[in-house]
């Protein structure tokens, strides 16, 4: 622990917070943001790029706006309209709000004449259909993660063949000119890998809600089989 003290004001002495993406490459003009796109490589990074945050935003809004709710309450209401024998006013309380909760527990008391296996069953494929609509465009997403560090190491191998081939062509280069090169080529693969850990980020964090929002609806799906049940034997 002393030693890591010790180091700490040396490495607050030497920081400089361009280090920290390696932006000093582009303040210093070694490579230049046109430089990025004078390829077909960075160009579609770009597009991908787009593409992430596009898809990432869309599903961050969805999953967001559906995260937080409140089963019990809805619930309560529901066995309120019941009790009373109010089948059709407990529909068109659960009409009102588009949510894959409401949703579900509707498609129930539509079929409360089943048993309640067979009514269980109808609220569970609403649910799948609800789950379905949580997850969707994940699969693009998907692709995009996978596709984007692929696309940036095809960049950097592009360009350092490309670096290597004008070297054999000119019979001139050097350092700074192989160093310019190679710099601009490796950029393709750090874009790459920024876009696939943007894109994992939202893309674990979206499917872990979904999931939640799903086991908490089938407790209150099943909750409401016990509920009918209990108001029919009485």
């Known amino acids: 622990m002393e030693i890591l003290f010790s180091v700490l004001p040396t490495l607050q002495e030497g920081f400089n ?23 077909l490589t960075m160009l579609l990074l770009l597009l991908l790029f787009i ?12 999953i967001l706006t559906r995260k937080n709710f409140n089963p019990n309450k809805v619930l309560a209401d529901v066995q309120s309209y019941l009790e009373n024998g109010d089948v059709e006013g407990a529909i068109s309380y659960l009409k009102r709000t588009d949510h894959p909760l409401h949703n579900t ?8 004449h089943l048993p309640p296996d067979q009514m269980y069953d109808m609220m569970d494929s609403v649910l799948s259909f609800e789950r379905t609509k949580l997850l969707k465009f994940t699969t693009g997403l998907a ?12 960049g950097t191998v592009d360009g350092l063949i490309d670096s290597f081939h004008q070297i054999a062509v000119t019979g001139t280069g050097g350092p700074e000119v192989v160093g310019k090169g190679i710099s601009t080529a490796l950029v393709t693969t750090w874009w790459g890998l920024i876009i696939a850990m943007i894109g994992t980020a939202v ?17 209150a799906a099943r909750r409401l089989i016990i509920m009918v049940s209990q108001l029919q034997k009485s």
């Open 17 to 39: 917070p361009l280090n920290a993406f390696r932006l000093y490459a582009v303040v210093d003009g070694v490579v230049t943001f046109g430089g990025f796109f004078d390829n």
């Open 51 to 62: 593409g992430v945050l596009v898809l990432s935003g869309e599903r961050l809004y969805y």
């Open 105 to 112: 527990l509707r498609a129930g008391l539509e079929n409360i």
């Open 143 to 154: 692709t995009l993660i996978a596709v984007a560090p692929l696309m940036g190491l095809f």
């Open 203 to 219: 893309y674990n964090y979206v499917t872990n809600i979904a999931d939640q929002i799903t086991t908490r609806i089938d407790s």
